[in-house]
């Protein structure tokens, strides 16, 4: 039966489950398909499996079978029904997990098809980037961070993507103004329609006209990007002379391609290193240009204001350069995560991941110690750091920003500790025995 059918992707989902069936994990790709069918992220992580599902139960699920029996089960067909009514059908091979002789949860491999009729439906709604032919590579699952003035921003970036607003992005050399331009796109009802980039130091007097508009050869950037996200980038190195030609393209409510008149239909995005207040006060910015794009201001804040996600970064590009590279690390000495902890980052996110790429080239056994960085940090002069901002050893220290996370984490959610725990990316039991540890209440 499930020979006729089409699978949706050519890759195994993945999915991890504790030793109560609650879900630790699930492969993203699948997520955003899943949410098509009325079953959000929220409705998956932390929660029972069997949730999800009608008509499944453990004693039908492969998942509970395995849980129960303590045995792998090999390619089980299962035919699964949302709570919204999608039903599909799911071949899994499902494993369990163990810490000595106790079993401590799952990890299922599975390969999801749909009935024909459904395959279009699915590839238009599908977000994530593995579908996407789009020009970008960040979603915001790709922003790693847990500070609360990074996620403000997120929550801020998400909500407007739901709108058509042009929103402004700011934020210092390195931060990832890019990265957010590109997650709000896909987090838009755009995605699937184009992104592109344009340059606005690089705009002059001969070539604007062409980059917008086009010629007899070629398309230009308004035809290219109808329907999707023009990202003006550097908007404050745009010449004060061409920002009325760059105001009239924006607020232009048709084009002629081909020799017809077409509709446009642009969300523009533009990113500035510079304070946009001061932009407009000191005549970097025409006023009309400054309102017709800083409608929704997202501030990216610098590395140095959010120091708790450092070391989550560092473990980020370890894993990344590992993958990359032929060198392999397998930790970081203390003395550097000190040190990664007190330089005050002025290249930001970039400049942190140079340092850790700097690590690969240098001669190692895969351990990073202060020799492998660049001097400017080990060599750092210990009056430059503030006085008194740090004292105790890492473990200390890193032991004090947990604390401090998790206790305003709480406050946010008040006290859920199922949405915390999702929150901050562990388990539900691992954020009670914190909690239990630092005492908090």
């Not at 699948?30 to 932390?46: A, E, R, S």
């Not at 996110?349 to 020799?371: F, Q, S, W």
Request: some cysteine; aromatic content about 8%.
């Amino acid at each position: 039966m499930i020979k006729d059918r089409h699978a949706m992707s050519h890759y195994d989902n993945v999915l991890i489950t504790d030793e109560q069936g609650t879900v630790l994990f699930y492969d993203l790709a699948d997520i955003n398909v899943l949410q098509q069918m009325g079953v959000t992220p929220d409705d998956f992580f932390h929660r029972c499996f069997l949730d999800n599902y009608e008509a499944l139960d453990e004693e039908t699920s492969s998942i509970y079978q395995v849980l129960k029996h303590k045995k792998p089960v090999h390619l089980q067909n299962q035919l699964l029904q949302t709570k919204a009514g999608f039903t599909f059908y799911s071949t899994n091979s499902t494993y369990p997990i163990f810490d000595g002789e106790q079993c401590i949860g799952t990890i299922e491999f599975s390969r999801h098809t749909y009935e024909p009729p459904d395959i279009a439906m699915l590839h238009q709604h599908a977000a994530h980037k593995l579908y996407r032919d789009n020009h970008t590579v960040y979603c915001f699952e790709d922003i790693i961070g847990y500070s609360e003035l990074l996620l403000r921003q997120i929550a801020r970036a998400k909500n407007s993507a739901k709108t058509n607003s042009a929103i402004m992005i700011y934020g210092a050399s390195g931060t990832g103004k890019e990265m957010f331009a590109q997650s709000i796109h896909n987090e838009s009802d755009r995605f699937t329609k184009p992104y592109r980039v344009l340059n606005c130091g690089m705009l002059t007097a001969e070539n604007i006209d062409i980059l917008l508009y086009g010629d007899a050869k070629q398309h230009g950037m308004l035809a290219m990007v109808n329907g999707g996200t023009l990202l003006l980038d550097h908007i404050h190195l745009l010449p004060k002379s061409l920002q009325p030609k760059l105001l009239h393209a924006l607020d232009l409510q048709q084009i002629v391609i081909d020799g017809q008149a077409v509709p446009l239909n642009i969300r523009y995005i533009s990113t500035t290193s510079h304070q946009p207040d001061e932009l407009l006060v000191n005549g970097t910015l025409d006023a009309s240009l400054y309102y017709r794009l800083n409608v929704v201001q997202v501030d990216l804040p610098p590395l140095s204001n959010r120091k708790e996600d450092i070391l989550p970064i560092v473990e980020t590009y370890i894993m990344f350069f590992n993958d990359k590279m032929t060198k392999k690390v397998k930790c970081i000495e203390d003395e550097v995560k000190q040190l990664f902890l007190m330089y005050n980052w002025p290249g930001n996110v970039r400049e942190l991941k140079n340092a850790v790429e700097n690590a690969y080239n240098e001669p190692h056994e895969g351990v990073i110690t202060r020799e492998h960085i660049p001097s400017r940090i080990r060599h750092m002069k210990e009056e430059k750091q503030p006085a008194g901002e740090y004292h105790g050893t890492l473990k200390d220290l890193t032991e004090q920003y947990e604390k401090t996370l998790i206790a305003d984490k709480l406050k946010q959610t008040n006290g859920r500790l199922a949405e915390t725990a999702r929150q901050l990316g562990i388990s539900r039991q691992l954020l009670k025995y914190k909690c239990t540890k630092y005492e908090i209440r």
